[in-house]
């Protein structure tokens, strides 16, 4: 059983850029959630994506959008970067349907805004 | 969500008991207790999770009080490997739509 995959490992912007960052699901999975983790604090929920569409949202902006493809995978896109974005970004995976959702975590994504 | 309180750190001596307390007294009667741990710039990792039994895996031991206000995560027998910071969260299971809300946690340090 393969567990939730992240990339890139880690990455390097400039301010007012844009960047894409992939999750694949654990095996057997349907729901992706993304959470923005930065240094020092716990991590905070951005987004869940069910079915393909946005099951629920963090205090995040707009400018912070995601994918869930039928395959379950998931992208998260954050346009018009900001220092402040600088974090570690972090996918989970669960199976909804059960009475207790458990979500599993890939390793993340270091993202660097210079 | 409810919400929940940990305290910010404790030790452990290698090879004893590490017995890590949660305080959740605003859980309601739907609502999960998770534990989750997290070393350093990894990804959070799942424990164990319970709604009113205790429960035991491979990992630890969740012991829920009988009014579920408060909750102890037992590692029966840390090791150095043992040393992160461990979040407990109280989950609503109810539909589909639900996300993990994350304190502060305890940093658990296991000493030789």
């Known amino acids: 059983e393969t567990g939730v995959t992240q990339s890139p490992t880690h990455l390097i912007k400039t301010r007012g850029q844009q960047v894409t960052l992939r999750c694949s699901s654990q095996s057997g999975h349907n729901t992706v959630s993304w959470y923005q983790q930065a240094l020092g604090q716990g991590p905070q929920f951005i987004f869940q994506y069910y079915r393909e569409e946005e099951n629920g949202r963090g205090n995040f902006p707009p400018r912070f959008s995601g994918l869930q493809f039928p395959n379950y995978s998931s992208e998260l896109n954050v346009n018009a970067l900001e220092l402040d974005d600088s974090a570690l970004y972090l996918c989970?995976?669960?199976?909804?349907?059960?009475?207790?959702?458990?979500?599993?975590f890939g390793p993340g994504t270091r993202l660097t805004v210079l | 969500d409810a919400k929940t309180t940990q305290p910010t750190s404790m030790d452990c001596a290698e090879g004893r008991a590490a017995n890590l307390p949660c305080n959740h007294s605003t859980i309601s009667g739907n609502e999960y207790v998770y534990w989750y741990r997290q070393i350093h710039s990894q990804g959070p990792q799942y424990i164990i999770h319970?709604?009113?039994n205790n429960e035991t895996n491979e990992m630890a031991s969740l012991i829920i009080t009988e009014d579920r206000k408060s909750s102890t995560l037992i590692l029966p027998h840390a090791t150095l490997r043992d040393t992160a910071v461990y979040y407990c969260i109280v989950v609503n299971s109810g539909g589909s739509n639900y996300k993990l809300t994350f304190g502060k946690g305890t940093l658990l340090t296991v000493n030789p």
């Open positions: 989970a995976s669960s199976l909804v349907g059960l009475a207790a959702n458990t979500q599993y």
């Open positions: 319970g709604l009113k």
